[in-house]
């Protein structure tokens, strides 16, 4: 178990997966995942990638806040991270906020990145966007796991995902049940109140590493229409689409998921 | 006001509209609305239509039940309905929910109708909708519109109408606030309870009344790929797609929704 | 056969179907086609309208021209006919090179519109659009109708079109053979000639009678991304998407062409 | 200029680039296309992979055929060349009639394959490929370049290629002009005769070893629809779609093609 400790003396926990020879891969979480959410994906990017994962302020294992706080604040916990592992330049996967993140990460540290992977996340937070999160919060007050994925997953995964898993994902909301508590909602609440206004739109041209869109054609919540602005204002940014899959891509369709960063990135080496 | 009254000595409500010698168009709601909802189209259906609209058991101003029923016992509500009015054949536009009691309808009464219309309307209940079901059913036990409101509704309205209509949609759930009382959702969780083995695909192939089904192309609760096989059974039946809407595309495209009523039912006047 | 004299005398035939109280339908032809292009729509379209069907110069029985000109060249002669049916104001439907005569119709003679129905047509010919108007200029040149099917009309209809209607396409390729002579081709390059500088977007947000799109999801000569622009641009207009049909949506669905067409224009009446 | 003489006595033309130490990767080019198609590909596949190009017979610099034969006759000249290379297992890429070949290769000679990734191509000729061949053909026969290209290329390149490289485009067509003469264009006809009853859907489920689908979302010639069959029948296979392209989809988005098939094989290494 491995933290690191903050300048405002906070525990952010991180993994290191892999040969330190390889090329460093730094996955950012999205809004409801952590560091085990990557479980199954740690044997194939560890036989190209280093693997870092951290969990977020109020994420998994790191520690949590007690106070609101804008999403900005996780940037200088990566870079700390990228110090500590003495990492001079990181391939960069964030997904959905984790990708928001990433985003105000390559504004603010463009020499600390070699290349940036966004996965089904926006620029900016839409009317539509502030509105599921409000439901979210809503549901995550009710502090039950299950009712809070029955309220919140339809949202996240594919129709045809539950069509076809439908006994994974009841299984999976027992484990809900268990598994999040009340200070994980609370924290989850701060997560989803820490964007409210995050709009990079006229700024995220200015990054200019190599970058990947990867995109989902039934993400509902960040569908294509708000990452194409991304792909029109970074030059010679790439996009791909994940086919038949929801927001929960990376999940839905992992193989498809891991095909694209890693070529996006040993292309980039 | 009028009502018919049920051979179980219920209480239907309906609202008869226009000139009586129009040919006559009845529509049945969706799960959440009311004869109330189609108060903006009365103008423009009057114009061609005796238009005829109902609240099913447990919607609007018709009897609340106390126990649970299946689907199936709307279809002799809306048979007395057209006897009380002397209707030999109606046009029929079932919205949703509306036109999975239609599909029965027409399975179970052909004589009686003329025209058919399935707007946004499933021939089964795939596992997403009813996991989707259960989230709804879980936001009503709240019994609280707002809440009701914030959680249910992001799935009915696509995300570009949130992000063109925010403030006509906060001042909705307001509205939701005072309008939905405990004998609301009661009702609600009746009518979302009463269909979750609903499938007539095996069954839809056998209607042979003129059919049109309207689908929208951001429908993620009854997407295309859920009408398509309603489309390819009911032979000879049309399919017209409402662009950039949602589930409630009748009400985000209402000019779309009214020129393909119209047009439909007066083709084959 | 009815024709009127134009000022620099020529003869554009015409035909008028159905009662003349009803509402007066003009149609525009496509490109490739003529008034015989409709006989199969003749019986559903007079059920409710007038209908009116006329070749433009250099199309079907009216007069051939010897020299290029632009596609405004069509406008006046449609102010003829509307004067001498002594009809005020039409309800026209343009498809695809007819769309965009009614179009330039619409900005010079408001006054003399009811509804618009522009199908499958572009506000402007776009680059790739341009491109296409050389092959099919290039396939004319060959004065072959087996040929010039061959070449140009794959890019008409969609392959679904296509894979389910075989038998047909060859037979009416065959046909080609026969009904396409020399002076067809002549005329046909020139009509092909008179709209490569096409462009209405500046001017087209003027249009403020009722204004219908109407769409096909797999047109690749007006894709929905050519027509959108239009749809924007006419505040209030509507816009309806014909599914899994190409170009040639009129024929592929002709019944769903009938239903938008049929309700657009009574639901205005 | 290496060439293998094949047990006709044919020359098949190859290039091998790039370290021999690397994974062995084989590209098999579709109709229009020769090695030469690929020289702006070198640079990045060479990074990671040893390239092995090829001509077909009626390709490039490989001998010209002077009767029909059919699509099969291609398969045994790619295990010539793998085992003249001393190649035991190949990384295999083919783009349309290339990745026809593939297919036929991988049914014929699994033992021989690492990977397979299958880029815009069909599993059947429709009924719609097959008038595009007839049309392709009917191009052919003119043997005149700077035609054939206006003709026929429309297909090939999606309408926002065209819109944003049309330069490029009509400087390649003047290129067309002389690079293509009566031989290209009779080997090219020969090519588009090989394959009319290609199919194979029912043998196709045998593949077993890691197969990636490429799509393109604008590809009119091998549409999703198409290769959505292979990616069913293939188990654990993977799709990805790149967006805004058409049929052209590698040389659209080159960039896209890269990271894919880079990823896909590195991943499977």
Not at 192 to 214: E, M, Q, Y
Request: hydrophobic share 45%; with cysteine.
């Amino acid at each position: 178990m491995s933290f690191i400790k903050t300048r405002d003396n906070r525990d952010i926990y991180y993994e290191v997966h892999g040969d330190c020879e390889n090329p460093p891969l730094m996955i950012l979480n999205g809004i409801m995942m952590s560091t085990a959410s990557w479980a199954g994906f740690i044997g194939d990017f560890t036989k190209h990638f280093r693997l870092i994962l951290m969990d977020f302020r109020d994420q998994g294992k790191s520690s949590r806040e007690s106070v609101q706080y804008p999403i900005e604040i996780h940037v200088p916990d990566i870079l700390s991270l990228l110090d500590e592992l003495s990492i001079d330049k990181i391939n960069l996967v964030g997904l959905s906020y984790g990708g928001q993140v990433a985003q105000l990460f390559a504004l603010d540290s463009p020499g600390r990145l070699k290349t940036l992977i966004l996965a089904n996340t926006p620029a900016r937070i839409s009317p539509f966007l502030a509105e599921l999160g409000e439901a979210w919060k809503e549901a995550a007050k009710l502090e039950d796991g299950e009712r809070f994925f029955s309220l919140a997953i339809p949202f996240i995964y594919s129709d045809l995902f539950y069509n076809n898993n439908l006994q994974w994902l009841k299984a999976r909301q027992k484990a809900f049940k268990n598994l999040l508590d009340a200070a994980w909602f609370q924290g989850f609440i701060r997560l989803a109140s820490s964007n409210p206004d995050f709009n990079v739109l006229d700024r995220i041209g200015k990054i200019t590493c190599p970058t990947l869109l990867l995109c989902a054609d039934r993400d509902i919540i960040t569908p294509l229409e708000e990452m194409e602005p991304i792909h029109e204002r970074i030059k010679g940014s790439e996009l791909l689409v994940i086919h038949n899959a929801g927001h929960g891509a990376f999940l839905e369709k992992t193989a498809e998921f891991i095909t694209a960063v890693t070529g996006f990135i040993l292309k980039n080496s």
